[in-house]
């Protein structure tokens, strides 16, 4: 696992913003995907619903020194040109696209944005993971990341750490990584925090087995933590991710089956 692993934290709250920026975290932004997305995941718990507006995007690309400014646009759609166009004017210089079925979506969306602004597919349906050599294919991207929410509902999974254990997941890195881009996938919580329903250690180890070089930081992540603790915390997680990448295959592999007996109970429990 390369160095550059990229961390992604989706706040326009001015404090949290100047904090990662300072803690070294590589993308910050907002999030303004409502299309469809209150009902596909209105019942889970750790869904992340959007408060953002695009205009939001101006603080935040005011206050960021090193950061690069980051939109989770919604689905393509008729009024997905005039998201683009906006997010770019207000600084944009990452576009992800959510909740795709197919490559004419994010050939289309490649197409609008035409080279502006890095553009990141966020595979979430499983349309689309049966597509993803095509997608992987297509000129323009850079990196894919796999959403799991929407994933594991499109799959009829009980919990979205499921995915994550299954060989679908391992077909869909080797066939980004064997495209020369960048694959990541999911949120990423605090190494130590024990309150979550599958403990974020055990997570962390499925980014070195899947070669996954990026994440959001979860919403837990910040739970808890005072601006200037934020530093730290990422610190702890980078040294983690590194630690799990120096690992064998074959230790690898166990977590993975321990993800696999872990996720059903956990979110029974809930």
């Excluded at 995941?41 to 400014?69: N, S």
């Excluded at 609008?112 to 597509?131: H, Q, S």
């Excluded at 080797?174 to 605090?190: D, K, N, P, S, Y």
């Excluded at 933590?225 to 530093?231: G, N, S």
Aim: proline share 5%; with cysteine; charged share 20%.
């Amino acid at each position: 696992m390369p160095d550059s692993f990229i961390l992604t934290a989706i706040t326009a709250d001015p404090e949290i913003v100047r904090a990662a920026d300072r803690a070294g975290v590589d993308r910050i932004g907002i999030d303004i995907e409502r299309i469809g997305k209150q009902s596909r995941q209105g019942h889970l718990r750790e869904a992340r619903f959007a408060a953002h507006q695009l205009e939001d995007l101006a603080q935040v690309t005011a206050t960021l020194k090193h950061a690069r400014v980051f939109a989770r646009l919604n689905p393509f759609y008729d009024q997905s040109r005039h998201e683009i166009e906006t997010a770019l004017a207000l600084g944009a210089q990452v576009l992800m696209l959510p909740y795709f079925q197919g490559p004419a979506e994010v050939a289309a969306f490649l197409d609008i944005v035409a080279g502006r602004a890095a553009v990141v597919p966020l595979l979430e349906t499983a349309a689309a993971a049966r597509r993803v050599q095509e997608i992987a294919a297509l000129a323009g991207l850079q990196e894919i990341m796999v959403g799991l929410n929407d994933l594991s509902l499109s799959l009829g999974l009980s919990s979205p750490f499921e995915a994550v254990a299954l060989p679908l997941m391992t077909r869909i890195a080797q066939c980004v990584r064997g495209a020369g881009l960048r694959f990541g996938f999911g949120g990423l919580a605090r190494v130590t925090d024990a309150s979550l329903p599958v403990h974020p250690d055990l997570v962390c180890a499925q980014y070195a087995r899947l070669g996954a070089t990026s994440a959001w930081l979860a919403r837990s992540f910040y739970r808890g933590l005072r601006p200037e603790q934020i530093a730290p915390a990422v610190d702890a997680l980078r040294d983690r991710l590194r630690e799990w990448s120096g690992q064998p295959a074959a230790v690898l592999e166990e977590q993975r089956d321990l993800l696999a007996q872990a996720v059903q109970p956990a979110f029974d429990r809930l």
